[in-house]
């Protein structure tokens, strides 16, 4: 089934826009987790039992792997999702942006050797460093739009002509970029007006929106503005939210509890 | 010692400014090079073995790991160049660019689990994303500026104000992002008009280029066009027009004798 189908159907089967992010952060596991021969995988294996219900896809983020050598369990905890809860998509977060057959190998790491469902990139480089990757026409390609750090501003809202520079990047992803109809743009839920001028250019696409939880987006506002005119098209991720609720031999439950409360507060406003 | 002091110590001691590029495509290598172990390592330790008295530095290529599982071997060769040629710098070419607490994940990647001297990355999240890997000061930061690749134009060309995007980039890596003295531009060899206009802007700045060899860039105006006033500041390098100059037993000479000739046309220029 292709990404965006995968990601409606669990969206309407879990009745939720929710992503839950695997940012493993070994320091921040429970104790006797981190005890544990392969204390990431068995943490997230944790979080995932207890939020499978609850999501519309998880998005694993790649530096917290690489960062500690634990590719293996990046693999593991992809593999896992896949075998137990196989309606679940699996977003690759690892922004990768190169030249086309540099790409052609970041291509192969996610959707071959960890199969992945959709992968994050930076449109820095321009189309040929994306065609790679939106050639997988099953797998997502989710482009970086508008982001939701504090120094994205002073990039992205440049001034391109009389649009800003997320806008052009909008623009293109729509007309230019999006041939295959797999394509998806990464839009912070930060600032809610510039959600409603991106979803203004892009009719109905979907966005991935990372910035509520831990990173303070509104819920409200962004949900009002993000959704498409199907009452979807927003998949709100939050990461150390969810997953770093509680840090004691609770954490699942508390990633649950807090699951259900950022699902139901989305929905309140949809 | 500071990469930039390291970079400029071993094109004085090798009279290079040659960087080879370490991008392995296993099934590139000779058959008897495939059938090893680690064909990776091996394959990479030929090529060092055959150039690092001829180079300013290693530039080994994220994906091409990534793509096969081969972390281990990228740790090796590392390891192998630092044990072996330790006066010869290593820039993990990853193009990473992330929120701050993830590019601090990607930092530790870099300088800690591989022990590189430096790593590209892409400035489109801004200086956040930025700040994380110019905190190590021993380490360069080496910013995609004005890349080599067709589809970069679209992009980096676009008009802000009277300048081009590339060009806000470079002033605001000259102005803003370099309060470490530890960053350098990505700027490709496939129009010196280009180059020219940033070395205009950046002063004395180092930049990595590539876009010789393989992507057909000029030598001559390259070089001109590219060096600071000490007739240095540019780091040229060359993957696929090196390592893959033969694919026989005798391609470490192949390699060997490709690097010869492009750092000798490049030192013709100087």
Request: with cysteine; glycine share 8%.
């Amino acid at each position: 089934m292709r990404f965006l189908d995968q990601v409606q159907a669990a969206m309407r089967k879990n009745n939720s826009l929710l992503c839950v992010g695997l940012d493993p952060l070994p320091e921040k596991f429970p104790p006797h987790i981190q005890a544990l021969e392969q204390p990431i995988l068995e943490f997230n294996r944790f979080i995932i039992d207890a939020t499978a219900d609850l999501v519309c896809a998880y998005k694993p983020q790649a530096a917290h792997y690489h960062a500690c050598g634990a590719e293996d369990q990046l693999a593991q905890t992809i593999e896992y999702i896949k075998d137990n809860y196989p309606d679940i998509p699996v977003i690759l977060d690892s922004k990768r942006g190169d030249i086309g057959s540099t790409a052609d190998q970041y291509a192969t790491e996610a959707f071959e050797r960890y199969g992945a469902d959709a992968i994050t990139i930076n449109p820095y480089m321009g189309i040929d460093t994306i065609e790679p990757f939106t050639r997988y026409e099953e797998k997502g390609t989710i482009v970086l739009c508008r982001t939701s750090n504090p120094g994205a501003a002073a990039i992205q809202n440049l001034k391109v002509g009389d649009d800003f520079l997320y806008e052009v990047i909008a623009r293109k992803a729509k007309e230019e970029w999006n041939s295959h109809n797999n394509l998806l743009l990464v839009v912070g839920a930060t600032n809610p007006e510039e959600l409603k001028r991106i979803r203004a250019i892009t009719g109905d696409m979907t966005f991935l929106v990372p910035g509520l939880g831990a990173q303070g987006g509104d819920v409200e506002a962004t949900v009002k503005s993000g959704l498409n005119s199907q009452g979807e098209g927003i998949i709100v991720n939050s990461s150390r939210g969810i997953i770093y609720a509680a840090s004691d031999e609770n954490f699942a439950e508390a990633a649950r509890a807090a699951a259900i409360e950022l699902r139901d507060q989305v929905n309140q406003y949809r």
